[in-house]
Nanobody
Framework: QVQLVESGGGLVQAGDSLRLSCKTS????????MGWFRQAPGKGREFVAAIFWTGGSTYYSESVKGRFTISRDNGKNNVYLQMNSLKPEDTAAYYCAATVRWGTIATMMGANEYNYWGQGTQVTVSS
């Protein structure tokens, strides 16, 4: 079992930056590949980014590529999502998730691939 707790969300203006953190506990973080998803009101859960357990491979959705960066520090049991040039359409609850799997981006975009989820942190971007 692994527990995930997100933090770092808040209310910002368009163009600002935020860094989300996902603190893990339980089994060692190095056992899992990690993903970030988001869900806006009235919409389904959307893939944002994923990172292999070594940190050596990453995937991004087209909507955030070039603006967001996923990273991890296995020694500190943390996964991060650096979000730059935020837009109002980035407004959502952001969730981190853990999985023992790794595959193509098409595979890792699927929420069903992830075994464990955090409770989420809200990001609101005003125009």
């Amino acid at each position: 079992q692994v527990q995930l707790v997100e933090s770092g969300g808040g209310l910002v203006q368009a163009g600002d930056s935020l860094r989300l953190s996902c603190k893990t506990s339980g089994r060692t973080l190095g056992s899992y590949s990690m993903g970030w998803f988001r869900q806006a009101p009235g919409k389904g859960r959307e893939f944002v980014a994923a990172i292999f357990w070594t940190g050596g491979s990453t995937y991004y959705s087209e909507s955030v590529k070039g603006r967001f960066t996923i990273s991890r520090d296995n020694g500190k049991n943390n996964v991060y999502l650096q979000m730059n040039s935020l837009k109002p359409e980035d407004t959502a609850a952001y969730y981190c998730a853990a999985t023992v799997r790794w595959g193509t981006i098409a595979t890792m975009m699927g929420a069903n691939e992830y075994n464990y989820w955090g409770q989420g942190t809200q990001v609101t971007v005003s125009s």
